[in-house]
């Protein structure tokens, strides 16, 4: 990734990292069998109960992330589109180099709010993160 990636970017990169590091099964990189997942909870999440496992600290920065930007207009339960633009401006600055940054940022939007409501809830948020490390996995090969 570029080096001016955000805290939020670099937490999906890692997540997205750390799922290929044990999904090693040949021709089976999309999916993580019995023994690779065990592995993988061995390993990475050997300290939960100390709070500093990397994949856990990746997804408590996603959720600060998402309460940080969330509480701007006093609800803190949504992100409404203003604050969901400057979640996408600060956070993917890979974004504000785009000549189609106003277009890509209204798509994401509009993708993101799924049941219509003009806010995004944290679930929206959550899933849309995960679309998005699926397509920056893609585009890592």
């Known amino acids: 990734m570029a080096s001016a990636c ?75 589109q203003d604050e969901l633009c400057k979640l996408a401006e600060k956070e993917f600055p890979s974004l504000c180099t785009s000549n189609k940054k106003d277009e890509i940022l209204k798509s994401v939007i509009g993708k993101m709010d799924m049941d219509g409501d003009k806010k995004v809830t944290f679930d929206e948020y959550m899933i849309f993160l995960s679309c998005l490390a699926m397509i920056l996995h893609e585009h890592s090969k």
């Open 6 to 80: 955000s805290e939020l970017e670099a937490a999906i990169e890692i997540l997205v990292r750390s799922f290929y590091k044990y999904a090693v099964k040949e021709g089976k990189r999309q999916k993580m069998n019995t023994t690779e997942f065990n592995m993988m909870l061995s390993q990475e999440f050997q300290h939960v109960l100390t709070q500093s496992g990397t994949i856990e600290n990746m997804m408590f920065a996603l959720i600060k992330k998402f309460d940080f930007y969330a509480k701007g207009d006093g609800d803190g339960s949504s992100l409404n």
